[in-house]
């Protein structure tokens, strides 16, 4: 069965620095894609980021990376020059297009709280 | 681009009374999906359609619960009667179909969600 855990229901980041968002997740796919959500106190769901299984370089987007490592199923986000504006809760999730007809699968998120 | 629509975004209805949510995808996407979301419970997907066809199901909680996609830019989930355990956040979210697993196109995009409260 397909699941993600996400295993720091909180974290703390002072403004500025680096953080990273731990996500691993289980699939016996070898196609599938892997996701990371941000949810503002607001409660829209904002993508941000994207990584393919098939991917050799790991996803980047401004501020985000993904840290992709196959082998160990993980798939961390690194928010680098933490931001206020930063907090939030953070899910991973995972998609299977081909064998899961296509549902997103999501972690219980990370709370992020970046400090002045 | 116009992103995925929902309506309305809060709702307070009393219990025992029909509660319909509604939702426009994406343009072009072909993957619809409806998710719950509560603090007990997290994110749970209810229904996914594709092609206006629900190939899904099994995460609608019970027979109060129902939901169409009469055309590809329409849905709506309909729970009747409502109770106060439906309290949650709903959200309606679309998707294309990316072929290959390295496509972005396989991002599934959220509306802002309907927050409901059943009284």
């Known amino acids: 069965a397909q699941k993600i855990t996400q295993t720091q229901p909180g974290m703390f980041v002072q403004e500025k620095e680096a953080v990273t968002l731990d996500c691993t997740y289980d699939t016996s796919d070898q196609s599938y894609g892997l996701f990371w959500y941000k949810q503002p106190s607001s409660g829209e769901m904002i993508f941000l980021i994207y990584q393919g299984s098939y991917d050799e370089q790991n996803a980047t987007e401004g501020r985000y990376s993904l840290n992709f490592q196959k082998a160990r199923k993980s798939a961390n986000l690194v928010i680098s020059a933490s931001q206020l504006g930063d907090s939030a809760m953070y899910f991973c999730a995972m998609r299977n297009i081909y064998n899961q007809g296509g549902k997103l699968i999501f972690g219980q998120g990370t709370e992020l709280s970046v400090k002045p | 681009d116009a992103g995925v629509i929902q309506s309305p975004r809060h709702e307070v209805t009393e219990m025992g009374q029909e509660v319909t949510l509604r939702c426009k995808p994406i343009?072009?996407?072909?993957?619809l999906f409806w998710y719950r979301q509560t603090m007990m419970r997290g994110l749970e997907l209810l229904i996914y359609f594709n092609n206006n066809v629900p190939i899904d199901d099994s995460g609608m909680p019970e027979d109060r619960f129902s939901a169409k996609m009469p055309n590809a830019s329409f849905s709506t989930l309909k729970i009747q009667p409502s109770e106060p355990r439906d309290s949650a956040v709903y959200f309606c979210a679309s998707s294309s179909r990316g072929t290959p697993a390295g496509s972005s196109g396989n991002t599934i995009y959220f509306g802002e969600g309907s927050w409901l409260t059943v009284v």
């Open positions: 343009s072009g996407h072909d993957y």
